[in-house]
């Protein structure tokens, strides 16, 4: 059984596809405390497929797996994603590399989201995806350093230089254009886009 809280179509709110019409299938549950968002409402695999097969009818222009974390649920997940009406992009937390490896083959796009005390996870995550569509997504917060978001562009530099960076910004904070321009010493393609309300 998978923990779903909502299967709908909606605007992408974050990220480098914001703004885009997707199909959102958001999981319940989370391995990091402050992206859990209880338990959902309890789908058998066959009723997720109806529900999402339905919802596909609205015309979104991928099915966008997020949350929570989806590869918790990875093992009711990986038989359905074969009979997916739409492309599917996926939003992690980038904590589970090996997890993230066994749904890889059925994912299009990717979505990295980078959590501080999850670095290794993160580097082991983002070297699966070499040469996938994908970006590195970066909250920051009114107190993240300078010093963090540099520290991050090196590290990525060395990895995959090329790949885009989303640096989404806290209403607090002020000094969005100064953690770009430190990004940049390092990286090609970094933007600044706060996740947005409707």
Do not use: H
């Amino acid at each position: 059984m998978l923990q779903i809280t909502a299967v709908k179509t909606d605007i992408q709110r974050r990220g480098l596809y914001a703004g885009q019409r997707q199909l959102l299938i958001e999981f319940a549950l989370s391995n990091i405390a402050a992206e859990n968002t209880g338990e959902g409402q309890t789908y058998a695999p066959e009723e997720l497929l109806l529900a999402v097969k339905t919802e596909a009818k609205r015309k979104g222009e991928v099915i966008c797996l997020t949350g929570g974390e989806p590869l918790l649920q990875i093992n009711e997940l990986l038989p359905l994603l074969e009979s997916m009406p739409l492309p599917l992009y996926l939003e992690t937390n980038a904590t589970l590399p090996e997890r993230l490896a066994e749904i890889k083959p059925c994912v299009s796009l990717f979505c990295l989201k980078y959590t501080p005390d999850y670095q290794k996870e993160f580097l082991e995550s983002l070297a699966l995806t070499q040469g996938d569509e994908a970006f590195a997504l970066l909250p920051v917060a009114k107190d993240t350093p300078l010093a963090e978001v540099e520290n991050l562009a090196k590290l990525l530099a060395a990895v995959r230089p090329d790949l885009p960076v989303v640096i989404e910004p806290a209403a607090a904070v002020k000094n969005a254009l100064a953690l770009q321009t430190v990004a940049l010493r390092y990286l090609k393609n970094v933007r600044v886009i706060p996740a947005f309300k409707i």
